[in-house]
């Protein structure tokens, strides 16, 4: 008997070197009339310069935070109803394309911002086009349905077809300028992104596939991408493996390390991608089987020890944080059982509770 599963898929893709030059004319291929611009303070020269060439561009919103906050939802959501905006184009990492989604998603409603993030209503049925532009290799955010948004220090998931992306528009140039260590913590997180798309108890034929490829090249080009931002055959091709990786967890969602990644984010103050790489060779370690070992050889790894070798040695070189001596006082019960108790943990293949997880975090002690 075949494979049994859906598939869909609904992003316009826009990839290549020089895309986001050609912003103007996918405007008006998308028929964008009004736009408003999210993005983070290191980007809003440029914004406001765009706005200042193109009159489609009605405002920006420049001061999107590295964990984004509610506050900003709001303030974006404000400005693209205040200027009668059609759509909102997020420029930036997954904080700025989160932003923009949300933003897009409520701007339409009569309710308020809290009422949408805690489900006391639901979200509008009218909403404006989402436009994303990922200027970092890692996030996938621009072809799921997720939206990871906090409200004061409560960081909340939200996977909703509304979020959905019209279109993204991959530009590899955008990424040249990342900083070493955050291009490593984004490429940590594509990677993590394509492995737990394939060992999610969800994981399908299509994603799977997609999957493979986005670890072969993350495992190729990474370690170059991090030595040498101006290598544009590295920044491509892992541009290239973030979106892949976006598109294989996109339908399978994440497991194990995303579920850990929450509460290291929230208490021990991770970036995200440096969060989900804490634990990511841990769990390649623990859940390995048949089908990671044939992942493994697919990509030239001789298998899953080699893979969570490559991973560690990633970590090193990029200087993150890979011990609970590195991060503090550490509270490992509250930690053990935050980290059991998020619901991301359902889909990793190997059931995981408390003891178990406080087994895997002593051994990183």
Known sequence: MGPDFIYAQPVKLFFGEGKFA?????????????????????FAPTAQAMQAADDRIVAVFGAVEQNPQL?????????????????????GGGSALDTAKFAAAIALG???????????????????????VPTTAGTGSEVTQVSVVSNGTEKKTINNPVFMPKAAVVDPVLSSTVPPRTTMNT???????????????????ISDLMAI????????????????GTNMEARANMAFASLLGGLSFALPKTAGSHACSYPLSEDYHLPHGEAVAFTLDSFVRINADERLELLCRRVGLSGTEELAERIAALKELGGLRRRLSDLGDVDLDKLAHDCAVHGLMQNNPIPMDEEKLRAMFEKLA
């Open 22 to 42: 050609k912003l103007p004319e996918i405007l008006q291929e998308l028929g964008v009339r009004r736009c408003v611009i999210a993005c983070g303070k290191h």
């Open 71 to 91: 506050s900003g939802v709001k303030e974006t959501a404000r400005l693209a109803r205040e200027a009668g905006a059609d759509a909102v184009l997020g420029v």
């Open 110 to 132: 009569d309710g308020e911002a809290e009422d949408y993030y805690y489900a006391r209503k639901p979200f509008p049925a009218e909403r404006l086009t989402i436009i994303a």
């Open 187 to 205: 490429g940590l997180d594509a990677m993590a992104h394509a492995l737990e798309g394939y060992w999610s108890r969800n994981h399908q034929p």
């Open 213 to 228: 490829e986005s670890v072969r090249l993350v495992l190729e080009n990474l370690e170059k991408a991090y030595h040498d």
